[in-house]
C-alpha cells in the first residue's frame, strides 16, 4: 500500500470510530427531548459508522471482496429507503391530523384588540 492509502485508511478509521460516539449522544438527546428530527438525524450517524467501517476494512482486500462490500454498501444506504416508505405508507394509510397549537393568551389578546 501506498502511503496516501495508508493515511486514507486511518483518516476513514478515525471517522469510523467517531461517528458512534455521535451516534451515541445525538440518541440519548433525541429521546429525552421527544425529538424525532434528531432520532433520524442519530440513525444518519449509525449509517455513516457502518459504511465507514466497511470502507477502512475493504482497502486491503482484492477486488472480488471489494465488489462484494460494495453490494453490501449499497444494502446499507437502501436502508433509510425502505424505513422511508414504511412510514410514509403508514402515513397515508392512517392519517393523524395535528392539533394547531394556540397563541398564548397575551398575544391572542393583543391581537384581537387592535
Known amino acids: 500500500m501506498t502511503s496516501h492509502t495508508v493515511s486514507f485508511r486511518w483518516i476513514v ?4 470510530l467517531l461517528n458512534p460516539g455521535y451516534f451515541v449522544i445525538e440518541f440519548t438527546v433525541a429521546l429525552s427531548i421527544g425529538s424525532m428530527s434528531l432520532l433520524a438525524d442519530s440513525a444518519d450517524f449509525f449509517k455513516d459508522a457502518a459504511v465507514s467501517f466497511l470502507i477502512s476494512a475493504a482497502f486491503g482486500w482484492n477486488a472480488a471482496r471489494r465488489a462484494k462490500v ?3 454498501l449499497s444494502a446499507v444506504l437502501f436502508a433509510p429507503v425502505i424505513a422511508f416508505l414504511r ?4 402515513k397515508i394509510a392512517a392519517p393523524c391530523h395535528q392539533i394547531p397549537c394556540r397563541l398564548p393568551s397575551l398575544v391572542w389578546v393583543r391581537w384581537s384588540s387592535a
Open 13 to 16: 478509521l478515525i471517522v469510523a
Open 70 to 72: 460494495g453490494m453490501l
Open 87 to 90: 412510514t410514509l405508507w403508514q
